[in-house]
């Protein structure tokens, strides 16, 4: 079994969801980052560190400090912007992992905010140059590329991916605080419209405002400080993809099969010990094969492993239990990371019974970054 | 204006500016170094194999395979919603580098497959000359 984690998740906090009308990210990333700090019981003024998930809808400069100052922490040790998307959340928390294990600071606070349902989507809208006029805009397209050659390659089809949708919809009606809480059907999933074929309107993540933040700090700190329920952080894992997408020389082989490998390797578990999952859920097809690359199944076969052990919750292995991108929220991840703590303190809306592994993945671009962390209860 | 693919292109560097006007004049070009002979897209002013800034532009013969491909079915930009449904495919040239091109037809009759050999050519669309790959 693993040695005792150095670093624990402290403390967590999650905003509403959805249309947060009038609400900057900034006052997004403060809101959450108080909830964080609250619930891990440590006052703010012995936070040393800000690491912010670039909010990725607007750009702008010194978002971090001014998120710092904001937060009433005008000169932290390390303060700064992760630019990796969906991966930001598990790498920031992986570099205050290391920061604190190297003694340069004592707690940080990881957060993230964005508010492109309401606010601009500056970011998304611009001209995409010489490939744009062939349509090839949005995210939705590049992530519809990956999956018609997953479907193809497998021999797969649009049904199998809702497997993944389900179980986040059903999740996502269990979870008061879920933007989306309606069920979803296999029949209804077939029937609906394509965005971009082959993927259907269940297959998409939402768009929400919000933010989400989580407190880091050492196991020692956190035993001098009384926190009252901190979760340790048993490996990380990462690895990154060429930028464009149809660059790879293969299109179906994810960060996620080398990420992966390091945090289990880095835990000293294997598939077989988690207990619940969260996988980054942009589109249905990533847990999919998130799951494949984890090896918790063989190439192409999540499909079957949904069907067969069970993805939600009562299943083998549950996923994104609170509903992840396609229910909770589409928020980039972060509650991801939010869930898996909820998890392992046995307060999820959908609980796992006895959970003491879960294995959290965080991806970015169109399947270009990739994180993963493993938490432990004991 | 609905239908006018230019206004998507927006501000291209100047090696993207060369790649894009030798397409308007119905050539499909790629770069390939001069020092080790690497061939690449998209266009980008060193070759990102020997980071070597010397290279030369190198007209595609019309050979490649099907990748991938998709079909967008809503309209991301008002200039596209004339189009819809349409596909795009992600190909491998013959000689190498891989690129986006617009995919001949909607599949959905004629089942494309990946690895199917494709024959490329220009086509006029929305007042731009772009990609166009043929199920051969």
């Given at each position: 079994m693993t040695t005792a984690p150095a670093c624990v998740l402290a403390g967590v906090g999650l905003t509403a969801a959805g249309t947060l009308e009038g609400r900057s990210t900034i006052s997004l990333n403060v809101e959450a980052s108080r909830l964080a700090l609250a619930d891990a019981r440590i006052?703010?003024?012995?936070?040393d560190a800000v690491y912010v998930k670039f909010p990725t809808s607007r750009l702008e400069f010194m978002y971090a400090t001014k998120v710092a100052e904001a937060l009433g922490v005008d000169e932290p040790t390390i303060c700064g912007c992760w630019d990796?998307?969906?991966?930001?959340n598990i790498s920031m928390v992986s570099q205050a992992a290391q920061a604190i294990a190297a003694g340069e600071i004592e707690v940080a606070l990881v957060t993230a905010a964005d508010n492109p349902r309401s606010g601009t989507r500056q970011a998304y809208d611009k001209a995409w140059g010489t490939d744009a006029p062939y349509g090839w805009v949005g995210i939705a397209g590049g992530y519809a590329m990956i999956a018609r050659a997953y479907l193809e390659e497998f021999g797969l089809a649009s049904r199998d991916l809702a497997p993944f949708a389900i179980a986040a919809r059903r999740h996502g009606a269990a979870n008061p605080a879920a933007q989306l809480r309606k069920p979803l059907t296999l029949e209804r999933h077939q029937e609906e419209d394509w965005i971009v074929e082959p993927l259907r309107r269940s297959d998409v993540c939402l768009v929400s405002d919000g933010g989400g933040a989580v407190v880091v700090t050492s196991a020692r700190r956190a035993r001098q400080l009384g926190v009252p329920a901190p979760i340790g952080v048993l490996g990380f894992g990462h690895a990154q993809k060429a930028q464009e997408t149809i660059r790879r020389a293969d299109l179906t082989a994810t960060a996620a099969r080398p990420a992966g490998a390091m945090a289990f390797a880095a835990a000293g578990l294997r598939p077989r010990d988690v207990d619940v999952a969260q996988l980054y859920d942009c589109f249905s097809v990533v847990p999919a094969m998130t799951l494949e690359d984890y090896g918790?199944?063989?190439?192409?076969e999540a499909p079957a492993f949904a069907r067969?052990?069970?993805?939600?919750?009562?299943?083998g292995l549950p996923i994104n239990t609170s509903g992840g991108l396609l229910a909770e929220t589409g928020m980039p991840g972060m509650q991801m990371v939010v869930e898996g703590v909820r998890q392992l303190r046995g307060e999820s809306t959908s609980q796992v019974a006895g959970a003491e592994i879960c294995l959290v993945s965080g991806q970015g671009g169109v399947m270009t970054t990739h994180a993963t962390m493993i938490l432990g209860s004991r | 204006m609905s239908g006018d693919l230019q206004e998507l292109v927006g501000e291209l560097a100047p090696v993207e500016r060369e790649a894009w006007n030798a397409l308007q004049d119905g050539r499909i070009a790629f770069q390939r170094c001069r020092s080790h002979g690497h061939p690449w897209l998209?266009?980008?002013?060193?070759?990102?194999?020997?980071?070597?800034?010397e290279w030369e532009w190198e007209e595609a013969a019309g050979g490649a395979a099907l990748i991938s491909w998709v079909v967008y079915h809503?309209?991301?930009?008002?200039?596209?919603a004339d189009f819809v449904p349409y596909a795009v495919a992600a190909v491998e040239l013959s000689e190498g580098p891989r690129m986006v091109v617009a995919l001949d037809g909607v599949p959905g009759e004629a089942e494309p497959r990946a690895g199917a050999a494709v024959e490329l050519a220009t086509v006029e669309r929305g007042g731009v000359r772009l990609a166009l790959a043929r199920l051969l």
């Amino acid at each position: 079994m693993t040695t005792a984690p150095a670093c624990v998740l402290a403390g967590v906090g999650l905003t509403a969801a959805g249309t947060l009308e009038g609400r900057s990210t900034i006052s997004l990333n403060v809101e959450a980052s108080r909830l964080a700090l609250a619930d891990a019981r440590i006052d703010k003024d012995l936070v040393d560190a800000v690491y912010v998930k670039f909010p990725t809808s607007r750009l702008e400069f010194m978002y971090a400090t001014k998120v710092a100052e904001a937060l009433g922490v005008d000169e932290p040790t390390i303060c700064g912007c992760w630019d990796q998307g969906g991966a930001s959340n598990i790498s920031m928390v992986s570099q205050a992992a290391q920061a604190i294990a190297a003694g340069e600071i004592e707690v940080a606070l990881v957060t993230a905010a964005d508010n492109p349902r309401s606010g601009t989507r500056q970011a998304y809208d611009k001209a995409w140059g010489t490939d744009a006029p062939y349509g090839w805009v949005g995210i939705a397209g590049g992530y519809a590329m990956i999956a018609r050659a997953y479907l193809e390659e497998f021999g797969l089809a649009s049904r199998d991916l809702a497997p993944f949708a389900i179980a986040a919809r059903r999740h996502g009606a269990a979870n008061p605080a879920a933007q989306l809480r309606k069920p979803l059907t296999l029949e209804r999933h077939q029937e609906e419209d394509w965005i971009v074929e082959p993927l259907r309107r269940s297959d998409v993540c939402l768009v929400s405002d919000g933010g989400g933040a989580v407190v880091v700090t050492s196991a020692r700190r956190a035993r001098q400080l009384g926190v009252p329920a901190p979760i340790g952080v048993l490996g990380f894992g990462h690895a990154q993809k060429a930028q464009e997408t149809i660059r790879r020389a293969d299109l179906t082989a994810t960060a996620a099969r080398p990420a992966g490998a390091m945090a289990f390797a880095a835990a000293g578990l294997r598939p077989r010990d988690v207990d619940v999952a969260q996988l980054y859920d942009c589109f249905s097809v990533v847990p999919a094969m998130t799951l494949e690359d984890y090896g918790f199944c063989g190439k192409g076969e999540a499909p079957a492993f949904a069907r067969e052990t069970g993805i939600e919750v009562g299943g083998g292995l549950p996923i994104n239990t609170s509903g992840g991108l396609l229910a909770e929220t589409g928020m980039p991840g972060m509650q991801m990371v939010v869930e898996g703590v909820r998890q392992l303190r046995g307060e999820s809306t959908s609980q796992v019974a006895g959970a003491e592994i879960c294995l959290v993945s965080g991806q970015g671009g169109v399947m270009t970054t990739h994180a993963t962390m493993i938490l432990g209860s004991r | 204006m609905s239908g006018d693919l230019q206004e998507l292109v927006g501000e291209l560097a100047p090696v993207e500016r060369e790649a894009w006007n030798a397409l308007q004049d119905g050539r499909i070009a790629f770069q390939r170094c001069r020092s080790h002979g690497h061939p690449w897209l998209p266009a980008r002013p060193q070759c990102p194999r020997c980071l070597s800034p010397e290279w030369e532009w190198e007209e595609a013969a019309g050979g490649a395979a099907l990748i991938s491909w998709v079909v967008y079915h809503r309209a991301f930009h008002p200039a596209l919603a004339d189009f819809v449904p349409y596909a795009v495919a992600a190909v491998e040239l013959s000689e190498g580098p891989r690129m986006v091109v617009a995919l001949d037809g909607v599949p959905g009759e004629a089942e494309p497959r990946a690895g199917a050999a494709v024959e490329l050519a220009t086509v006029e669309r929305g007042g731009v000359r772009l990609a166009l790959a043929r199920l051969l």
